[in-house]
């Protein structure tokens, strides 16, 4: 079975409007598909010992990531060697969340977590210098982000698959159309596989 992980952004939860989203869309089209959609911690050493609990020693066919889903989705797609989507999402956010330092609650968890200058190091530690596989990131970008600088986004990912649509904003605007594109691009490796193996003389 496909296993594809979503990762909602800082401060966001599996109630957000675009997990909600996703989750009902793959409901509808793909029952087939385990779709994990974790409420993460706000602090990276939390969220991704979270990720590495719900995995269980599986590895993901895909991971979709928002904003700062999208900088820990990219950590995972490198450790894992998997496909990964990311909409609007965070580059380098350390140097963001150091205007956001402080004690957060978590209102689906119902528990506090406190953004710290250690986090802000894990964040730094995270950021891979360069990319193993650039075709293996869909990057889904909109001009109009006000929370993110679309244009770092543009740079780092600039040898992967991306698409760039003018206006918008950080939630990105129109989601649920991207969708479709988004599923087949999250199984177009797997996909590949299957037909090595049905084909292998």
């Known amino acids: 079975m496909s296993l594809i992980l979503y990762l909602h952004g800082f401060a966001s939860s599996s109630k957000s409007h675009k997990a909600l989203q996703t989750r009902?869309?793959?409901?509808?089209?793909?029952?087939?598909?385990?779709?994990l959609v974790p409420d993460l911690p706000y602090t990276p050493t939390e969220a991704l010992a979270e990720i590495s609990q719900l995995l269980a020693g599986r590895v993901p066919t895909a991971v979709i990531?928002?904003?700062?889903?999208?900088?820990?989705?990219?950590?995972?797609?490198?450790?894992?060697?998997?496909?990964a989507c990311l909409i609007?999402?965070?580059?380098?956010?350390?140097?963001?969340l150091r205007q956001h330092l402080g004690r957060y609650f978590h209102p689906v968890r119902q528990c506090h977590y406190e953004v710290s200058e250690q986090a802000i190091t894990v964040l730094q530690?995270?950021?891979?210098?360069t990319l193993a596989k650039p075709s293996n990131y869909l990057v889904l970008l909109q001009s109009?982000?006000?929370?993110?600088?679309?244009?770092?986004a543009l740079q780092?990912?600039?040898h992967?698959?991306?698409?760039?649509?003018?206006?918008?904003?950080?939630?990105y605007q129109n989601y649920e159309q991207q969708l479709p594109s988004i599923v087949r691009f999250c199984l177009q490796a797997q996909e590949f596989r299957t037909q090595q193996v049905m084909y292998r003389p």
Do not use: K
Not at 28 to 35: D, G, N, R, S
Not at 125 to 129: I, M, N, R, T, V
């Open 24 to 35: 009902a869309y793959f409901q509808q089209h793909h029952p087939e598909i385990e779709l």
């Open 65 to 83: 990531g928002s904003s700062l889903g999208g900088f820990l989705a990219t950590w995972l797609a490198e450790q894992h060697a998997c496909r």
């Open 88 to 96: 609007n999402p965070a580059v380098a956010p350390y140097r963001l």
């Open 125 to 129: 530690q995270l950021e891979p210098s």
């Open 144 to 152: 109009g982000d006000e929370v993110l600088d679309y244009r770092q």
């Open 156 to 158: 780092f990912y600039q």
């Open 160 to 171: 992967c698959q991306l698409e760039v649509q003018q206006g918008g904003d950080h939630s």
